[in-house]
């Protein structure tokens, strides 16, 4: 009797130690997936981003060179649309993003192409001021680096060398918004046109000279154009929806306030936000505008940013893909499949692949 129970407690105690064995397995893969999955694909993909070089002519050498970072349509949900999961997931993919971004790139200024929010023009104030202390605690940043944001029209509705335009404000119909900022504007125009010119009039005697440098337009909405056509790469808008053509004011400016932008600022560079896919786009005596696709994967499967080094008179673009959201899902799909496979394999319900590989290896020798 004494035997049976000793062998009893034997086996009872081997049981023990397989199934402690299989729960080790199980927290060691589970552990090992999220933190791929969650920290370190960051760090794998943003790494290799590098800084493009600007090509500066010999007698300009010693020119300073700025940092910048633009990422556009965060779209941080509100409490009206948004599920508490879509929020967890998709705002846990910027935060990471973007706090890696920092620490691997180390940017000296970050700006934001607007549509931060999605439902800053129906948000109570309340509601406003909890997604306000989201938004900073996802896109915290260091002192010495500068985040500014451009307003989108998902943040307030349809109503120096950098020229930060509240292009939501470009109706052209008078109200208050859109007077004020087109007012503001033509001053800017006025300073700007005044440092260019080599001999001042009677009108420039009093503004404060800036450097004599085309300025960087960043606004939320894109000047005008008929549709994504012409666009093309891997974020581009996909191929069915490339041909549809733009509503102005709705999905890019109209022609007027395009024109008078153009007209008035005259710049070297303009970045928008707004159609979530990217696209260059060559307006009027060959100015540059480069649309900025969504940093979210609620918007788009590849998000990415604009690495850009600026000097007064040259700068050099640089794109940086983030993770696909899809690869994630991939990896995750696996190991669920794996985990299957080993709590099959321990409970003998599916022969182990070790011992299926060797089985099968037998028999081909055999044959």
Not at 35 to 46: Q, R
Not at 51 to 65: I, L, R
Request: hydrophobic fraction near 45%; charge should be neutral; include cysteine.
């Amino acid at each position: 009797m004494a035997l049976i129970r000793l062998g009893f407690g034997r086996q009872h105690l081997c049981l023990l130690r397989r199934r402690s064995l299989l729960l080790s397995k199980l927290i060691a893969v589970v552990f090992a997936v999220l933190l791929f999955c969650e920290f370190l694909i960051y760090y794998l993909v943003i790494l290799r981003c590098d800084w493009p070089e600007v090509k500066t002519p010999a007698h300009n050498s010693g020119q300073e060179t700025l940092k910048a970072m633009f990422l556009a349509d965060t779209h941080l949900l509100g409490e009206i649309r948004g599920h508490w999961l879509d929020k967890l997931r998709r705002e846990w993919q910027m935060e990471r993003a973007f706090q890696t971004a920092l620490w691997l790139l180390q940017p000296e200024v970050v700006f934001i192409l607007g549509d931060i929010f999605d439902e800053g023009k129906w948000s109570s104030p309340q509601a406003w001021a909890d997604d306000v202390e989201r938004f900073q605690k996802i896109f915290r940043h260091p002192h010495h680096v500068l985040l500014k944001v451009v307003a989108g029209n998902h943040d307030i509705g349809f109503h120096y060398h950098f020229v930060m335009v509240n292009s939501v404000a470009l109706e052209g119909d008078g109200c208050n918004l859109c007077s004020e900022a087109e007012a503001e504007i033509i001053e800017i125009s006025h300073k700007l046109n005044c440092s260019r010119e080599e001999h001042h009039s009677s009108r420039c005697i009093d503004e404060q000279p800036l450097p004599a440098s085309a300025p960087v337009l960043l606004q939320h909405f894109p000047l005008y154009r008929r549709s994504d056509a012409n666009c093309s790469g891997d974020d581009a808008a996909p191929l069915e929806e490339r041909d549809i053509p733009f509503k102005e004011r709705y999905d890019a400016l109209s022609r007027e306030a395009s024109q008078k932008l153009l007209w008035w600022l005259r710049p070297r560079l303009v970045l928008s936000g707004h159609t979530h896919s990217a696209c260059e786009v060559l307006h009027g005596a060959g100015t540059m505008e480069i649309s900025v696709p969504s940093f979210s994967w609620r918007n788009r499967n590849n998000p990415s940013f604009i690495m850009g080094m600026l000097t007064p008179t040259e700068y050099a673009l640089a794109k940086c893909y983030l993770p696909y959201e899809n690869t994630v899902l991939a990896t995750y799909c696996v190991a669920v499949g794996f985990l299957a496979v080993l709590m099959l394999a321990h409970f003998k319900l599916l022969a182990s692949p070790l011992l299926f590989g060797w089985n099968l290896l037998r028999k081909l020798k055999t044959t």
